[in-house]
């Protein structure tokens, strides 16, 4: 849709635009480099091509990086971490074995994110790089604590995830740059993780995406407590001082009680066209005390 | 009842949707064909003041900017009010102020994108009862001049598209003599249709003057009279081809948007144009739902029998009222349940605001309407002590006996309304205490909504039919009604292949149409289809009948009554040896000496619904429908604390009709059903201060997903049939959807003691609501989710 000026037209096609399919990371960003702010990456393209329809971006040129090889990586090492390449898709993570076992919360997130056509095409960087606050993946990818791979033609960069987002559907991304990877280091020994995803229909977008992520809870020095959420804030975010809360050495009935106020605390949702602000608060507040509950008594 | 094909569960004959070359209006192209692109107002209410596009005329491919101007005239169904593109004003966020027509789409797209408009904003009116106020801005201020049909009763000089009354027997007395009374208002916003197949036109004018149409419409008819008369041509020269629809829901009764592709095309020459809409143009350019307000007051005796009921009905109609005017007929002829009332007092109002425009949906205004009135029923049963199925059948309509709110006795065949009711009650185990989840936070109730319902239409709605038979003995079936869907072209094959003995699949019933060549339906609206078309069909095949045993008769010699047709064979009666085959006299039955008789063999038949009634502008009182249909419908919710979701785990719905196809009963009950859930849960069109429609997408324009089908929907026809009804069978597709919003409602009452007054019962309004009416149940969550330890 665009409204210039005093007239609205919804399109039914896409704009205009030049489209580039390179074959090596090089010249993809050398592509980025040469066309800086009008050039997009395109991946899954199920967020593209939808703001591309409805005016929300007009990119001069599109680079599409299926074609790259090697950015199809989906790797874990070991004691180190899983490497997820650009395009590797939501799809594909969902039936990977090691997702499933290692991060469970990444896994529930992904169970949840879309539809199974969508999942087919969507990446997990492309969620991650839309960063819309209702992205799924995120609140998991931030319990886990990954890191984002960002390369350009200078050279190339590991920021936190938690880093990553500056505000609704901005990153930190210079025009030149594109994310080639996320690495998800190993979750604490013995973690266990959910993403509860409050909807109004199957297959809808998060009202309140909460991630959880518990290890070790019944042993104040081992025990580590993570929560982050989406649809609560411009962008997805994680509540730090849960962390530090539950090191604390108290019951877990009265720090439980202490995550809530704070996680309530830390979040400011509003109210839109898919839930009022008083519907958010309510399911940020029920939502974690559920997930408490269930992952530090289970 | 000893038949071989009616009342059997038949696969439906329209296989290629499946197999997917089945074709629809949106498939259709002609070779030379150009596209319009519509420009729409970013204004609810602004004056136009001037259109600039000479930089769109620049634009390599395009033919022609069109503007209000052009078209200095007003087209609409039951009341002229609807510009082509905006005259003078624009009356909506999205109203079409410009259009452009290209040799291609994209040069379409990008002409559109380089109109100027200037405005001067006006203030809106954005609800129907401000719309009211005596102050409210006008709509449409030149309301005294429009053409509009004469059982519509607009109001010049305020927003009021049509003003409907209800009065039967005297209103004071009743509540003078009521104990108990329930006053209520009750809101339901504007939704849409949700069909999956957005609206598209192909129109060219012929060098002899004949205007054709492809386009996605419900009535090919409807639109081949609405468009002649709007444009001033004569029906024979206006030829409207009907191809499969994709779905319509009311959203494509009448004329839609046909005249746009056909005034352009008459504009450039007869050069064929197409106007396809997108996902949002079809939010904004075709008309949805109205919204509702009914404010109800209902007084019953402390025996328990409805003695007087008084409604306020406020339809808020957009900006152009279609057929929301005869929506407001709808509710206003039926203001309540299928219930006997002394004293019924009612006023039904469509209200033109600066909202999208509205018109009919599956239903036609009565699961709206149930919603309020079966929620007045239990909230009186609970203020009466009562048990609500004991009051609904101490109240229920009689056949036969029973007095309707228009002053209809009810004809003794008209149904099992009671039956109904005790059915549901037995399939939802009523009085058996739903079993309560393990999660404290979730609860479980029961609830249950009656309903009835008649086609809404004019007393000569007429439908005809006529069956040629081949010369291998195979028949074509020629009818009008369109296929959406619904499935009725099966049930009519169905009926042919029970007369004339003859398998499914020597029958044709084309999905296409066109009305030069088809007989004349009115509408395939109001669940009539199958009723009207059915019984026009039988008197064909009796028309068929006869002049086959006329034949028959003169080969052997016998009178015409001693023939019989068995097996697609007309043979002697007693004597199954003598036979001929309807092969052998299809095209004219020749002796072995070449002499020949009869001729190639066509049955004709019509129907025009019996004993109906224009209603007394002053009382209502008439008989509006031919047949009712009535049912109930009930449910089993579960209600979730922490999430704020209502889910139905178990759905029933007793019909009172036979089916003539058990199995297309069943497409149409889980799919009205789902739909019906839907709309009480989750559906609705959300505006901005300003106007603007915010959600005009499947995103958040919430449809049900697969997964929020309820896991158990039973349902059961009663087979009580009307005895002028095909097979006794009367209408089910509007029906199956009626009582969800309202059964939902009164479970949600039953299962955490809150009472609701506003649909969609989404999260937000049932965690609101909670909070204000049992705060405690909160409280009761928060302690079951204390973490232990």
């Not at chain 1, 990446?123 to 609140?139: K, R, Y």
């Not at chain 1, 920021?159 to 210079?174: G, N, P």
């Not at chain 1, 009680?257 to 399911?283: F, G, Q, Y």
């Not at chain 2, 020629?478 to 003995?501: P, S």
Request: hydrophobic share 40%.
């Amino acid at each position: 849709m665009a409204a210039s000026k005093s007239i609205i037209v919804f399109h039914t096609l896409l704009p205009e635009f030049e489209y580039f399919r390179p074959k090596t990371l090089q010249e993809a960003l050398e592509l980025l480099d040469k066309y800086k702010g009008d050039a997009r990456i395109l991946a899954g393209g199920t967020d593209l091509l939808v703001d591309m329809r409805m005016r929300l971006k007009q990119p001069k040129y599109v680079i599409d990086i299926k074609g790259i090889d090697e950015l199809h990586t989906l790797k874990y090492e070991e004691g180190k971490g899983l490497t997820i390449g650009a395009t590797v898709t939501l799809d594909e993570l969902l039936n990977n074995k090691i997702v499933k076992e290692k991060y469970y919360v990444l896994w529930d997130a992904i169970r949840q994110l879309a539809d199974t056509h969508l999942r087919m095409k969507a990446t997990l960087v492309g969620n991650i790089c839309n960063a819309s606050p209702a992205a799924d993946s995120a609140p998991a990818l931030l319990v886990l604590k990954a890191k984002v791979n960002i390369a350009s033609v200078n050279g190339t960069r590991t920021v936190e995830i938690k880093d990553f987002f500056k505000w609704v559907k901005k990153t930190i991304l210079e025009p030149n740059e594109m994310v080639t990877s996320i690495f998800i280091p190993e979750p604490p020994e013995g973690a266990k993780g959910r993403y509860l995803k409050f909807v109004r229909s199957a297959e809808d977008l998060a009202l309140v995406g909460i991630a959880a992520l518990v290890a070790n809870p019944k042993d104040p020095a081992k025990r580590i407590v993570r929560i982050a959420l989406s649809s609560v804030a411009p962008t997805p975010v994680i509540v730090e001082e849960v962390e530090e809360l539950f090191k604390q050495d108290k019951p877990l009935s009265e720090l439980a009680e202490e995550a809530v106020k704070l996680v309530k605390s830390k979040v400011s949702p509003i109210t839109d066209v898919r839930a009022t602000k008083e519907l958010r608060e309510h399911m940020v507040e029920f939502g974690t005390r559920y997930l408490l509950k269930t992952l530090l008594e289970g | 009842m000893g038949t071989k094909y009616v009342g059997k569960p038949i696969p439906r004959i329209d296989i290629d949707k499946v197999a997917g070359d089945a074709e629809y209006a949106y498939d259709f192209t002609l070779p030379g064909m150009v596209y319009a692109k519509l420009v729409a107002a970013p204004y609810a209410h602004a004056k136009i003041l001037k259109i600039k596009y000479d930089e769109a005329l620049k634009v390599p491919g395009v033919l022609a900017v069109f503007t209000g101007a052009d078209f200095p005239f007003k087209v609409g169904i039951y009341a002229a009010d609807r510009d082509v593109l905006a005259r003078e004003k624009v009356l909506y966020y999205g109203h079409p102020v410009a259009a452009v027509v290209a040799e291609t789409l994209e040069a379409a797209e990008k002409a559109a994108e380089l109109i100027e408009v200037e405005y001067e904003p006006l203030p809106p009116v954005l609800d129907a009862l401000e719309a009211l106020k005596p102050d409210a801005p006008l709509v449409h201020e030149k309301l005294h001049e429009y053409k509009h049909a004469p059982f519509i009763y607009p109001k010049p000089g305020t927003n009021i598209a049509t003003h409907l009354k209800l009065r039967k027997g005297n209103i004071e007395e009743g509540f003078s003599k009521a104990d108990v009374v329930v006053e209520n208002t009750y809101y339901e916003p504007l939704i849409s249709q949700g069909y999956l197949e957005n609206w598209v036109g192909i129109a060219r004018v012929k060098s002899d003057g004949t205007v054709e149409i492809w386009s996605s419409h419900q009535s090919p008819f409807a639109v081949r009279n609405l468009l002649a008369t709007s444009l001033g041509l004569p029906i024979h020269k206006v030829v409207v081809h009907h191809m499969y629809l994709g779905g319509g829901f009311g959203g494509k009764a009448g004329l839609l948007l046909e005249h746009i592709p056909v005034l352009f095309s008459m504009k450039l020459g007869g050069r064929p144009v197409r106007l396809e809409l997108n996902r949002e143009e079809n939010y904004f350019y075709m008309a949805q739902r109205a919204g509702y307000y009914f404010k109800m007051k209902t007084g019953v005796t402390k025996d328990g029998k409805l003695i007087a009921h008084k409604g306020e009905y406020i339809l808020d109609a957009g900006a152009y009222a279609d057929y929301t005017v005869n929506v407001a007929r709808s509710v206003g002829l039926k203001p309540f349940g299928p219930y006997e009332i002394e004293h019924v007092y009612a006023d039904a109002y469509a209200v033109y605001t600066n909202k999208i425009p509205t018109t009919a949906f599956r239903g036609f205004g009565l699961m709206e309407l149930y919603f309020a009135s079966e929620r007045q029923m239990d909230l009186l049963a609970k203020k009466l002590g009562m048990d609500p199925v004991e009051f609904r059948l101490k109240n229920v309509l009689i056949p036969g006996k029973s007095i309707t709110h228009t002053q209809e006795r009810l004809r003794e065949d008209a149904g099992d309304p009671a039956g109904a009711i005790r059915e549901a009650a037995k399939l939802i185990e009523w009085g058996k205490p739903p079993e309560q989840p393990k999660e404290p936070w979730k609860f479980r109730g029961k609830g249950i909504a009656a309903f009835w319902k008649g086609p809404v239409q004019p007393s000569n709605a007429a439908s005809s039919a006529i069956v040629k038979l081949n010369d291998d003995g195979s028949v074509d079936v020629l009818v009008g009604t369109g296929e959406m869907g619904q499935g009725t072209i099966t049930a009519l094959a169905q009926i042919v292949a029970e007369e004339l003995g003859i398998p499914i699949e020597k029958i044709r019933i084309a999905p296409e149409r066109r009305t030069d060549m088809v007989p004349y339906t009115w509408q395939t609206v109001g669940s009539r289809g199958l009723f009207s078309e059915g019984q026009a069909l039988i008197r064909a095949l009796e028309d068929l009948k006869s002049q086959i045993k006329k034949v028959a008769a003169q080969v052997f010699r016998v009178f015409e009554d001693q023939i019989e047709i068995r097996d697609g064979k007309a043979c002697v009666v007693g004597e199954p040896w003598e036979c001929i085959s309807l092969a052998e006299m299809a095209l004219g039955y020749m002796y072995p000496n070449g002499n020949t008789i009869g001729g190639p063999l066509i049955g004709r038949g019509s129907h025009v619904p019996v004993r109906t009634s224009i209603p007394d502008p002053e009382t209502g009182k008439s008989v509006p429908a031919p047949f009712y249909t009535f049912g109930a419908g009930a449910v089993e919710v579960e209600v979730d604390l922490i999430t704020g979701r209502v889910k139905v785990l178990k759905a029933v719905m007793v019909l009172d009709t036979p089916a003539i196809n058990p199995m297309l009963v069943a497409g149409q009950v889980y799919g009205g059903t789902v739909m019906g859930i839907n709309i009480g849960l989750l559906e609705e069109l959300k505006f901005d201060k300003n106007g603007r429609l915010m959600n005009p997408n499947f995103t958040d324009y919430k449809l049900a997903r697969a997964a929020d089908i309820p896991e158990e929907m039973i349902f059961k026809c009663l087979g009580v049939g009307q005895k002028d009804a095909p097979y006794g069978a009367k209408g089910v597709g509007e029906l199956t959807m009626l009582p969800w919003p309202g059964a939902i409602a009164n479970a949600i009452a039953n299962a955490i003691g809150v009472e609701l007054y506003e649909l969609p019962m989404k999260p937000d309004k049932i965690i609101e609501e909670v909070k204000k009416q049992r705060p405690e149940l909160l409280e009761k969550v928060r302690e079951a989710l204390k973490v232990k330890g």
